[in-house]
């Protein structure tokens, strides 16, 4: 109070506000890509195939479900860990869907959004100088989330062209400081998958020693060409030192919701609400619900594969009347191409050309790099309305190098 009272004096006298210096704890980062990409996508008036969201309609179900549970006067607090309802039909769901047991009273908190996840799964563990293994490309969350808990990113590229994970590369980096390796799977931004191998690799990594594993599912249903989703939740000897994160808005359509859940052990879940209940407390009550009631739908997370691999398979075939050549997406909402060879700009440049000349809004892959490394890639996002997809096409038709 004192402080506002002489701020206001000093106001008062000098006629401008006082300078106060931030000393930013991430002196390094920008504004998010994301961000970036769609506010160019709004000046050039673009197709916006950058940020990566559905440009259809969600379940009109599913909606009325939330009105349905406003109207029915669910709108206080929910507990902090989530609706037990909630959290009983997830159990259910990962029993179901990969034959594990959790306790839903203790395994399972609901959150705002799956980055919001990683961040308290990150901020749970990690301490000073721990150091955390990190895959390029990067979702662009993780590496600040590190740093902010003042533990070091230590980074292994992906094996271009099909950003495969090194794994003996990966052994020759794991320390007596290496306290978390983080995983994403279905990957964004490149549509890569885990498999098998990489399950058993990781396991043997990770044997007999203390380390964590954070593992990004967000993209879990969206899984293409029958291949099977490797998640964490299929392994309970895995599950026991992981944090498994999720997203409800990739999986139903509505990425703004920012509803997601995470998964762990009951002692790591423990500590995990900690730093929870004193940042959000709890989710959206209404919400929870509706998703509650609306997870007896199997279909609608079944039938999601399918449903994007079909826009997948569509924009690839559009896209092949463009000189842009496809890399491979086995999953997300992401299909990456390289212009190597087509133009000699740097994948950001060709981004804002492709923006402010052609009209189509895509992400540079070198933004998930921290040294911007440049393979000549560009994100698309083809999870959008036929319409929208061949919109764009007909833009990047014209494109000439
Ligand atoms: N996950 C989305 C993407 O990769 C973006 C989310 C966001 O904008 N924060 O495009």
Redesign the pocket.
Known sequence: MENHGSELLYYLIFGKRPKVNINSKLPHVGT?V??VM?QMAIEHNAVNL????PDFDMSPEFVELVDKAMRNGLNQYAPMAGLPILRERLAEKVLNLYDTEINPGTDITITPGG?YAIYTALTTILQPGDEVIVFEPA???YIPNIEINGAIPVLIPLQFPDYSIPWDLVKTKISPRTKLIMINSPH??TGSVLRKNDIEQLRQVVKDTNIFILSDE?YEHLIFDGIQHESILRYPDLLERSFVCFSVGKTYHC?GWKMGYCISSSSSMKEFRKVHQFNCFSFHTPSQAALAEYLQNKDAYLQLGPFVQKKRDYFRELMKATPFKPLNSFGS??QCYSFEGITEESDKELAVRLSKDYGVTT?PVSAFYSNAKDDKVIRF?FCKKEETLEKAVERLVKFKG
């Open positions: 998010t994301f961000t769609s950058g940020q990566g969201f980055t979702y662009d969350s964004n931004p967000v990425t909402y992401f992400i996002c």
